[in-house]
């Protein structure tokens, strides 16, 4: 099956500063690569979507990039926020029901 | 006000004692599915459901069951909790597969002892 890899665990940047999140996933035939957020003790909520046959996505602060000659896909953050402070979650999925999660990231945006 | 509705919030059993978590969702979604979080694991999709009597395992089904008898309601369903399945579960629903936004429930807190 699916296995995804993400890294870092652990990001701590200042305000302002940019922050990069990287995945890596194992099936070559994976289509689909959502990105959720999940503020503390809140729910995940998707912020950002691509499927594979687009390189890059934007909005306003956020993107993602997406490499399917190396199997991996990172997530962009820019002039980062306070706010933007939350676990990450990468996703990945070949088939219309199965998502695979990778293990999330804690980002921590001091003021 | 369209949600997902997971219940209880939180839940405190023995091992053995069967248990339901119930799901369920008012936006008429065709998919649902249930996720557990653990640290450092992310979450992990337990099984899903394509629609109505359609179910399927995700990646740790083991010791857990789902049924969809109707499109809004999808419960878990632990006949035999063990401690290992002392978690956060989530449901969440689309209305297309999972190439639609999931909108995930509050999460269920589950302790098992």
């Known amino acids: 099956g699916e296995n995804v890899e993400q890294h870092p665990s652990t990001l701590s940047v200042q305000e302002g500063d940019s922050a990069v999140i990287k995945c890596t996933y194992s099936?070559?035939?994976?289509?689909?690569f959502p990105w959720y957020k999940q503020e503390l003790g809140k729910r995940p909520q998707l912020i950002i979507d691509?499927?594979?046959?687009?390189g890059e996505k934007k909005d306003q602060r956020i993107a993602v990039t997406l490499n399917k000659t190396a199997k991996h896909f990172s997530l962009h953050i820019t002039e980062t926020q306070p706010e933007d402070s939350a676990v990450y979650f990468c996703?990945?999925?070949?088939?219309?029901?199965?998502?695979?999660f990778g293990q999330g990231t804690i980002l921590t945006v001091h003021p | 006000e369209a949600q997902v509705t997971q219940n209880p919030r939180y839940l405190i059993t023995v091992t053995g004692k069967k248990l339901t978590v119930t799901c369920s969702q008012n936006?008429?979604?065709?998919?649902m599915s249930w996720y557990r979080q653990d640290p450092g694991l992310g979450l992990r999709q337990i099984y899903y459901?394509?629609?109505?009597?359609?179910?399927d395992k995700g990646d740790v089904p083991e010791g857990y069951k789902v049924s969809r008898k109707e499109k809004r309601n999808f419960p878990l369903i632990l006949e035999s909790p063990s401690p290992n399945q002392t978690s956060l579960y989530f449901c969440a629903s689309s209305p297309q597969g999972i190439y639609s936004p999931l909108h995930f429930g509050n999460g269920t807190r589950l302790t098992v002892t």
């Open positions: 936006m008429n979604h065709e998919y």
């Open positions: 099936d070559s035939a994976s289509n689909y």
């Open positions: 691509i499927r594979s046959n687009v």
């Open positions: 459901s394509m629609n109505v009597e359609v179910t």
């Open positions: 996703a990945a999925t070949t088939s219309y029901g199965k998502l695979t």
